[in-house]
């Protein structure tokens, strides 16, 4: 199934520490040869300071060889770094742990009024000297593979210095890759929140293909938080639906491939009705650039309504989800919530059918078929009732209550308004440049 594996495609986006997890996946699956998995594994290591990972690595790919003299020199090389800037911070992080800053941090944020209490209090620890180590610490402990340490550091760092320090968005980055490495998906959540509302913000400064880099980076990035997070799925239906149509466009200019994690969200997210109309149409207008089982199978159920065509997607999503890192957790969700997609859109076109035919249709014996249909009456998700005699299925009237027409006819307005109000400022504020601009000309001359 490597050739609906999006593992390549995905890499470019992300931190080579990031990648690992991917590389693991992708042995467990034996989806391509080991051997160059530990190879690309290796490769990526080399650049980093995880020498002990890499020693094992090249042990795995290279039976019965010596380690190279270069690891070896390189390890005692890291561990003396290592120990030189851990002698120069640790008693500066110490200081984090003592009653007054604690006091401190809890009841203000502001980065000011802790350095002053730093340096008033505690001037032998040389608060300005011991910042910007703090930082390279940071970034060296990260190159280690200590994630959870370099979370907590950078944390300490970020408090420290103004929101526009030189390094405030490699620390933001950092801050995410760390969490997100250490497993910790609630504070991952938080992270990849701030640093879109930091890009978000620092949008006008930026120049536009810098800010598409980074609303690209993000999208890849928070694939770990949506896919992981409780409230992930509708964490990313609202980042390209809620949130104005920035990130939709970076998805359609430049990764295209987003749109499997999109659709996969759609469908396993209640609020999935929602938001399918307008994904419907994206998938048509980005078909000729992607496609693949997933984005196909909401093709062939809302645009085809080609339900023979949904069961041969039905059993190709199957093995797509069973060789994704990201999806592979929600197989027996995503395969439920397609088949009442299937079933839903179905009875809409007819108002009776036979048991055998729903079976056929979702890849199911009758004995399964009514048993999931029995399911669905009892759980209020179906209006139907079942004629065991004859093997039917009748359907109850559909009809929309107008509260839901209105909602939506009306589920858009706040997300054109917004468009059309920053459209209308920009407008203005190029106006008024040009306006300067000749005022300043005509006093020129």
């Given at each position: 199934?490597?050739?609906?594996?999006?593992?390549?495609?995905?890499?470019?986006?992300?931190?080579?520490?990031?990648?690992?997890p991917?590389?693991?996946?992708?042995?467990?699956?034996?989806i391509?040869?080991?051997k160059?998995?530990?190879?690309?594994?290796?490769?990526?290591?080399?650049?980093?300071?995880?020498?002990?990972?890499?020693?094992?690595?090249?042990?795995?790919?290279?039976?019965?060889?010596?380690?190279?003299?270069?690891?070896?020199?390189?390890?005692?090389?890291?561990?003396?770094?290592?120990?030189?800037?851990?002698?120069?911070?640790?008693?500066?992080?110490?200081?984090?742990?003592?009653?007054?800053?604690?006091?401190?941090?809890?009841?203000?944020?502001?980065h000011?009024?802790?350095?002053?209490?730093?340096?008033?209090?505690?001037?032998?620890?040389?608060?300005?000297?011991?910042?910007?180590?703090?930082?390279?610490?940071?970034?060296?402990?990260?190159?280690?593979?200590?994630?959870?340490?370099?979370?907590?550091?950078?944390?300490?760092?970020?408090?420290?210095?103004?929101?526009?320090?030189?390094?405030?968005?490699?620390?933001?980055?950092?801050?995410?890759?760390s969490?997100?490495?250490?497993?910790n998906?609630?504070?991952?959540a938080?992270?990849?929140?701030?640093l879109?509302?930091?890009?978000?913000?620092?949008?006008?400064?930026?120049?536009?293909?810098?800010?598409?880099?980074?609303?690209?980076w993000?999208?890849?990035?928070?694939?770990?938080?949506?896919?992981?997070?409780?409230?992930?799925?509708?964490?990313?239906i609202?980042?390209?639906?809620?949130?104005?149509?920035?990130?939709?466009?970076?998805?359609?200019?430049?990764?295209?491939?987003?749109?499997?994690?999109?659709?996969?969200?759609?469908?396993?997210?209640?609020?999935?009705?929602?938001?399918?109309?307008d994904?419907?149409?994206?998938?048509?207008?980005e078909?000729?650039?992607?496609?693949?089982?997933?984005?196909?199978?909401?093709?062939?159920?809302?645009?085809?309504?080609?339900?023979d065509?949904?069961?041969?997607?039905?059993?190709?999503?199957?093995?797509?989800?069973?060789?994704?890192?990201?999806?592979?957790?929600?197989?027996?969700?995503?395969?439920?919530?397609?088949?009442?997609?299937?079933?839903?859109?179905?009875?809409?076109?007819?108002?009776?059918?036979?048991?055998?035919?729903?079976?056929?249709?979702?890849?199911?014996?009758?004995?399964?078929?009514?048993?999931?249909?029995?399911?669905?009456?009892?759980?209020?998700?179906?209006d139907?009732?079942?004629?065991?005699?004859?093997?039917?299925?009748?359907?109850?009237?559909?009809?929309?209550?107008?509260?839901?027409?209105?909602?939506?006819?009306?589920?858009?307005?706040?997300?054109?308004?917004?468009?059309?109000?920053?459209?209308?400022?920009?407008?203005?504020?190029?106006?008024?440049?040009?306006?300067?601009?000749?005022?300043?000309?005509?006093?020129?001359?």
């Open positions: 199934m490597s050739d609906y594996d999006l593992t390549l495609r995905i890499a470019k986006h992300l931190d080579r520490h990031m990648i690992f991917l590389l693991e996946f992708l042995s467990s699956r034996k391509y040869d080991e160059s998995v530990l190879s690309t594994k290796l490769d990526l290591l080399n650049k980093t300071n995880m020498v002990d990972f890499a020693v094992d690595c090249y042990k795995y790919l290279y039976h019965g060889k010596d380690v190279p003299e270069n690891l070896i020199e390189k390890r005692r090389s890291i561990v003396n770094e290592l120990v030189e800037l851990r002698d120069l911070v640790s008693p500066f992080i110490d200081l984090f742990e003592r009653e007054d800053v604690k006091k401190l941090l809890e009841t203000d944020r502001d000011a009024i802790i350095l002053d209490h730093l340096r008033n209090n505690y001037s032998e620890y040389k608060p300005d000297e011991t910042i910007p180590i703090l930082y390279r610490f940071a970034k060296f402990q990260y190159d280690c593979g200590d994630y959870e340490k370099t979370a907590s550091i950078l944390e300490a760092y970020r408090i420290l210095v103004p929101g526009n320090d030189q390094h405030i968005s490699d620390v933001l980055w950092g801050k995410l890759a969490d997100i490495l250490n497993q998906w609630e504070q991952s938080i992270d990849l929140a701030q879109r509302e930091w890009i978000d913000k620092n949008e006008k400064e930026s120049n536009a293909l810098q800010t598409l880099q980074q609303r690209c993000l999208i890849h990035w928070g694939l770990y938080v949506y896919f992981h997070h409780p409230k992930g799925r509708e964490q990313l609202d980042l390209f639906f809620t949130h104005g149509e920035s990130y939709l466009n970076v998805v359609q200019t430049t990764c295209p491939h987003i749109l499997r994690y999109i659709t996969a969200a759609a469908i396993i997210s209640k609020r999935r009705k929602n938001i399918m109309k994904l419907v149409k994206i998938i048509q207008q078909s000729y650039n992607y496609r693949d089982p997933i984005t196909e199978l909401v093709e062939c159920l809302y645009v085809n309504f080609d339900f065509g949904v069961q041969i997607m039905l059993g190709k999503c199957d093995q797509v989800l069973a060789n994704d890192f990201f999806l592979a957790g929600f197989h027996d969700e995503f395969i439920e919530n397609a088949r009442l997609f299937s079933f839903e859109t179905f009875c809409r076109i007819h108002q009776c059918i036979t048991i055998k035919m729903i079976a056929e249709k979702l890849n199911m014996t009758n004995e399964e078929a009514e048993k999931w249909i029995v399911d669905l009456i009892r759980n209020a998700r179906l139907a009732k079942i004629d065991s005699k004859l093997g039917h299925v009748v359907f109850g009237a559909q009809a929309i209550s107008p509260y839901q027409q209105i909602i939506e006819k009306t589920k858009n307005l706040t997300m054109r308004a917004n468009a059309i109000s920053i459209s209308i400022d920009k407008k203005i504020k190029s106006v008024e440049t040009v306006g300067n601009w000749q005022k300043t000309t005509s006093i020129t001359e």
